[in-house]
T-cell receptor, first 116, second 114 residues
Framework: GDSVTQTEGPVTVSESESLIINCTYS????????LFWYVRYPGEGLQLLLK?????QKGSSRGFEATYNKETTSFHLQKASVQESDSAVYYC?????????????FGLGTTLQVQP | NAGVIQTPRHKVTGKGQEATLWCEPI?????VFWYRQTIVQGLEFLTY????????DSGMPKERFSAQMPNQSHSTLKIQSTQPQDSAVYLC????????????FGAGTRLSVL
C-alpha cells in the first residue's frame, strides 16, 4: 500500500548544527507522487514547509531543503545550520498529482528540539 | 485573511453523545478536507468536498460519522453516539482549487470522549 516512514523522534540538536530528518515512501497505487514537508510550530497549526511535484527536483524554504529521489523513494529534509526557532514537529507527506490532490498520506511526525 | 477557522477548539462529550465540529474554510477556497489525528495512527484523511459537493469520503468510518458542507463558508463533521476511540484531534483544511496541492489547515478541534 501507500505509506510514509520518517525518522522517529524526538530529535535533539544544538543550534548551528546540521540536521537531517529521513523520509521514505511507498507509492504503489499513486501514479504521479507529490511529496511534501509540513511543519507545526508550538502553538500554531500545521503549515506547508515545502513541496516537490517532479522527481529529481529539490524544494527549499526557510533554509530547509529536500530532494525528491524516485530511485530510493526518499524525500529527506535537511538544513545546514538549525536555529532554536526551528523547534517544531515535522511531517513528511505523500500525495497524488491527479485525482484527489488533497488526500495526503502523512508520516507520524518528527519532533525537533533545538538547544541554544 | 483569518485562515481556516475551526470551532470549538476543545470538546468533551460523554460516551454515546453526539458531537458536531465546525469548519470555516479560507474565503475563495473551493476544496475542503477533514483529517483526524491520533498518536497511534497519525494524520488520516477522512473526507473531501469540492464546491460544496462531497467528492471522496473513503476515509470516513462507515457508521456514526457524517460530514456536510451546506454552503461555501462552512462545513461540519458530525459524530453520533461517540465512543472513546473517537477521541482525537480533528483537522479541517482548505485549498484554492482541485489540483492545488497546498493545504491550509485549521488549528483543529480536540475531541475527548469520556
Amino acid at each position: 500500500g501507500d505509506s510514509v516512514t520518517q525518522t522517529e523522534g524526538p530529535v535533539t540538536v544544538s543550534e548551528s548544527e546540521s540536521l537531517i530528518i529521513n523520509c521514505t515512501y511507498s507509492a504503489t497505487s499513486i501514479a504521479y507522487p507529490n511529496l511534501f514537508w509540513y511543519v507545526r510550530y508550538p502553538g500554531e497549526g500545521l503549515q506547508l514547509l515545502l513541496k516537490v511535484i517532479t522527481a529529481g527536483q529539490k524544494g527549499s524554504s526557510r533554509g530547509f531543503e529536500a530532494t525528491y529521489n524516485k530511485e530510493t523513494t526518499s524525500f529527506h529534509l535537511q538544513k545546514a545550520s538549525v536555529q532554536e526557532s526551528d523547534s517544531a514537529v515535522y511531517y513528511c507527506a505523500l500525495g497524488d498529482r491527479t485525482g484527489n490532490t488533497g488526500k495526503l498520506i502523512f508520516g507520524l511526525g518528527t519532533t525537533l528540539q533545538v538547544q541554544p | 485573511n483569518a485562515g481556516v477557522i475551526q470551532t470549538p477548539r476543545h470538546k468533551v462529550t460523554g460516551k454515546g453523545q453526539e458531537a458536531t465540529l465546525w469548519c470555516e474554510p479560507i474565503s475563495g477556497h473551493s476544496a475542503v478536507f477533514w483529517y483526524r489525528q491520533t498518536i497511534v495512527q497519525g494524520l488520516e484523511f477522512l473526507t473531501y468536498f469540492r464546491n460544496q459537493a462531497p467528492i471522496d469520503d473513503s476515509g470516513m468510518p462507515k457508521e456514526r460519522f457524517s460530514a456536510q458542507m451546506p454552503n461555501q463558508s462552512h462545513s461540519t463533521l458530525k459524530i453520533q453516539s461517540t465512543q472513546p476511540q473517537d477521541s482525537a484531534v480533528y483537522l479541517c483544511a482548505s485549498s484554492f482549487r482541485q489540483g492545488e496541492n497546498t493545504l491550509y489547515f485549521g488549528a483543529g478541534t480536540r475531541l475527548s470522549v469520556l
